[in-house]
C-alpha cells in the first residue's frame, strides 16, 4: 500500500470542561494535518475527560460527548481520526472509540477489557463489550455499527485496543490479529506510576511484533481531575521495532508525534530505546512538576503557600514547585508558561525578559510560592537557618513568625477549665499536637489572602501510622509527596541536590528527621517515635501492596540480619496498632498524587475499615512466636 504518515497525540483534559477539551482535540488534529498526518489516535475518552466518575452514569454527558464528537469529525477533512467517548446503549455506558475519516463517523468501538484494580474502579460506571459482537444505533437518522469493530481504512485494516484491552493475558489484539489487522490503535488513559513505561514498551513493541503490525499507542496528559497524572506517553511500533516516542510529563496541551511506514513492508527505521528516565528519583521530579502546575492551574489557584519547617518533608515539596516553575518555563518559554498558569496579570513581563533564567525562575517563584517558618519554644536555630536558607535559595517569599503566644493561650483557657496544669509527663501527645495545630490557623488565613493552595507536606508513611496532627500538619488542599515513603523523600533530596543543583538542600539533607514538638531535652527524632524509616517502608511494601499478614511480615523481614527479631517482631506489632486506628486520619488527608504501584488513599487505591478489631488475634499469634 506505501507508505504512511501515521501519529499519535497526548493531550491535556480536563473532566467535563468541554471547551477546553474539544480545543485541545482540534489543535491536535490541526498540528497533524499540518504535518500531512493521515491517521492520527487520540487518547481513550478524551471528549469528556476519563475522571467523570459518576457522571458516566449519567445520559446527558453521553449525549453531549456524542454531539461534540460529530462536531468534531466536521474538522477531520483528508485525516483518519480515532478519539474516545462515552457511549449509552440501553441503559448501559460504554467506553468507545469513535473512528472519523475524511469527516465521516465510520463507527464505534467499545472496550472489552474494564480496568477494576488499584486505582481504577471502571466496573461501576461502564460495561464490557462482548467480544466478537457487533451492534447498530442510530444517531441523526443515520445508522453506525458498535462493538467489536474492525475498519478498512486508506488501505489498513484497523482494531482497537482500548487501553486495559491490552494489559490482560487474553487482550483484544489476539482477536485483531486473528481478523486480519494490520494497524492496532491504542487510545489509553493509563496513569503515572515509576517503572510502568517498561510495561507499555512490552504491550506495545511485543504486540506490534506478536501481531505482525503497527501499532499506536497515544495516553492522556497531565492532572486531569486531581489524583492521577498521566504521562502523556505516545509511542509508535511496527512488527517488532520502535519507530518512534514523545517526551513524556508535557507542560503542552498537545504533544503529537507520527512516522512514515509502509505498513505491509518488514523494513523500518527503529530508535533506541533507553531507560535512562526511568530512574525513579527522575520520574517523580517530572510527574509531580507536571501534577502540581495543572494542579494549580485547573483549580484557578494563584500560587502555593507552604509552612516551611526546615525539614525534609517541607523541603521537597518547597523545592517541586520550584522546579514546576523552571521545567515550565523551559518547555514552554516565559510568557506561554505565565499564560498558561493564569498568573501573566500578576507580573511586568518586559523587565523579566532582560534577565536570565534563573533569574526568571526565582522572580516567578517569589509570586508563586509564599513560605513561613512558625516557630514554638522547641523550635531550633538549625531548622530556621535551614528553612531560610531554602527559600532564599529558589526565590520563595519567606516570613518568620512564632505561635507560642497563641499555643500558651490554647493551654491556659485549657487548664484553667479543668483545674490543672498540663506537663510532658502526663499530657504529652496533647502538647504535642496543640503545637502543630496553632500553626494552621494563621497559615491558612495567609492562603485565603493570597487565593493560593495550602500545601500540606505528610508522607506515605506518616499515614501509614498516622504520625501527623489531624488539622495542624495535615491542613491543607493538596498533599504532593502523600504518595511516597519518608525513605524515598530524603533520598530523592539528595538526588536533587546534586542532580538538579539545588545547593540550598545541603542543610536540609544534614539533619535527622524531627517533628520539634518535644523539648530539646527530649531530643526528639521521628525515627526515635517510630522505627528506622527503611523498615517501615518495608513493612509497609509487604501488609499494603503484597497484603500479608503480621506473622507473614515478620518471617520475610528475619530473613536478614539487620535487627534482632525481637526488633522486627516489636515493629511490626507497632505498625498495625498503629495503622488500624488511624485509618480515620487516611481518609481526611488532602488529595494526593498517586506515583508508586501502590498508595495508601482510601479514595484510590487501598481501603480498610475505620472501625475494626486492630489485629488483635493475628498479633497475639505473632507475640506467640519464639
Not at 513493541?205 to 497531565?222: D, K, P
Not at 505491509?264 to 530512574?279: F, G, R, Y
Not at 504501584?597 to 480498610?608: A, E, G, L, Q
Request: with cysteine; proline share 2%; glycine share 6%.
Amino acid at each position: 500500500m506505501g507508505i504512511m504518515r501515521i501519529g499519535g497525540a497526548a493531550i491535556n483534559q480536563t473532566p467535563i470542561d468541554w471547551e477546553n477539551n474539544v480545543a485541545n482535540i482540534l489543535e491536535a488534529i490541526q498540528e497533524a494535518k499540518n504535518a500531512n498526518v493521515e491517521i492520527l489516535c487520540l487518547p481513550e475518552l478524551c471528549i469528556t475527560g476519563y475522571g467523570c466518575e459518576d457522571l458516566f452514569l449519567t445520559d446527558w454527558v453521553s449525549e453531549t460527548a456524542l454531539e461534540y464528537c460529530f462536531k468534531i469529525a466536521v474538522e477531520c477533512t483528508d485525516i483518519v481520526v480515532a478519539l474516545g467517548l462515552p457511549i449509552r446503549l440501553n441503559g448501559n455506558t460504554y467506553n468507545c472509540a469513535c473512528l472519523i475519516d475524511n469527516g465521516v463517523v465510520q463507527g464505534f468501538t467499545a472496550k472489552q477489557f474494564l480496568a477494576n484494580e488499584g486505582v481504577h474502579y471502571e466496573t461501576r460506571w461502564f460495561t464490557a463489550w462482548m467480544r466478537n459482537h457487533i451492534t447498530t444505533f442510530k444517531y441523526n437518522t443515520i445508522t453506525y455499527p458498535i462493538g467489536d469493530v474492525l475498519y478498512n481504512v486508506k488501505g489498513a485494516r484497523i482494531g482497537f485496543e482500548i487501553c486495559e484491552d491490552a494489559w490482560r493475558v487474553d487482550r483484544v489484539g489476539i482477536r485483531n490479529y486473528e481478523k486480519g489487522a494490520t494497524l492496532i490503535l491504542n487510545p489509553s488513559a493509563s496513569h503515572f506510576a515509576f517503572g510502568k513505561s517498561a510495561i507499555r514498551y512490552d504491550l506495545v513493541i511485543g504486540g506490534s511484533e506478536r501481531f505482525n503490525c503497527t501499532y499506536i499507542y497515544a495516553n492522556l496528559l497531565g492532572n486531569e481531575a486531581g489524583r492521577m497524572i498521566y504521562d502523556g506517553e505516545v509511542l509508535i511500533a511496527h512488527k517488532g521495532k520502535l519507530v518512534q516516542r514523545n517526551d513524556r510529563l508535557s507542560f503542552k496541551n498537545v504533544n503529537l508525534i507520527y512516522a512514515d511506514i509502509d505498513i505491509d513492508s518488514n523494513e523500518v527505521s527503529e530508535i533506541a530505546l533507553t531507560h535512562d528516565d526511568l530512574e525513579k528519583e527522575f520520574e517523580f521530579w517530572e510527574a509531580t512538576s507536571l501534577g502540581l502546575f495543572d494542579y494549580m492551574r485547573k483549580s484557578r489557584s494563584k500560587g502555593f503557600v507552604l509552612s516551611l519547617s526546615g525539614g525534609a518533608d517541607s523541603a521537597a515539596c518547597a523545592i517541586m514547585v520550584a522546579e514546576m516553575i523552571r521545567k515550565g518555563l523551559a518547555e514552554l518559554g516565559l510568557d506561554a508558561f505565565l499564560k498558561k498558569s493564569g498568573m501573566e496579570n500578576a507580573f511586568d513581563l518586559a523587565p523579566l525578559h532582560l534577565i536570565s533564567f534563573e533569574e526568571q525562575a526565582k522572580k516567578i517563584t517569589s509570586v508563586f510560592l509564599t513560605t513561613a517558618y512558625q516557630s514554638t519554644s522547641n523550635s531550633g536555630e538549625e531548622t530556621f537557618t535551614s528553612a531560610k536558607s531554602l527559600a532564599d535559595s529558589i526565590g520563595a517569599t519567606f516570613y518568620n513568625w512564632s505561635v507560642n503566644d497563641e499555643i500558651e493561650s490554647y493551654k491556659s483557657t485549657i487548664e484553667s477549665v479543668i483545674g490543672r496544669e498540663l506537663s510532658w509527663e502526663t499530657d504529652d501527645l496533647a502538647l504535642q499536637n496543640i503545637q502543630a495545630r496553632g500553626r494552621a490557623p494563621i497559615i491558612w488565613l495567609l492562603t485565603n489572602i493570597k487565593q493560593a493552595l495550602l500545601i500540606t507536606t505528610s508522607n506515605r508513611s506518616e499515614g501509614d501510622v498516622g504520625y501527623a496532627t489531624m488539622d495542624g500538619d495535615t491542613a491543607g488542599g493538596i498533599a504532593p509527596i502523600a504518595g511516597v515513603d519518608k525513605n524515598f523523600i530524603r533520598n530523592w533530596l539528595r538526588w536533587a541536590e546534586k542532580n538538579r543543583k539545588h545547593n540550598g538542600l545541603a542543610l536540609v539533607n544534614g539533619l535527622a528527621p524531627t517533628a520539634e514538638l518535644r523539648p530539646t531535652e527530649y531530643t526528639q527524632t521521628d525515627e526515635r517515635d517510630l522505627m528506622p524509616y527503611e523498615v517501615l517502608a518495608r513493612i509497609e511494601r509487604k501488609a499494603i501492596k503484597e497484603r500479608l499478614s503480621p506473622i507473614e511480615v515478620y518471617s520475610e523481614l528475619i530473613k536478614d540480619t539487620l535487627h534482632t527479631k525481637n526488633e522486627y517482631k516489636f515493629w511490626v506489632t507497632k505498625f498495625y496498632k498503629l495503622w488500624s486506628i488511624n485509618q480515620w486520619k487516611r481518609e481526611r488527608i488532602a488529595p494526593s498524587f498517586h506515583m508508586d504501584d501502590f498508595n495508601i488513599d482510601p479514595r484510590s487505591w487501598y481501603r480498610f475499615p475505620i472501625l475494626s478489631g486492630g489485629f488483635k488475634k493475628e498479633l497475639n499469634d505473632l507475640n506467640q512466636l519464639t
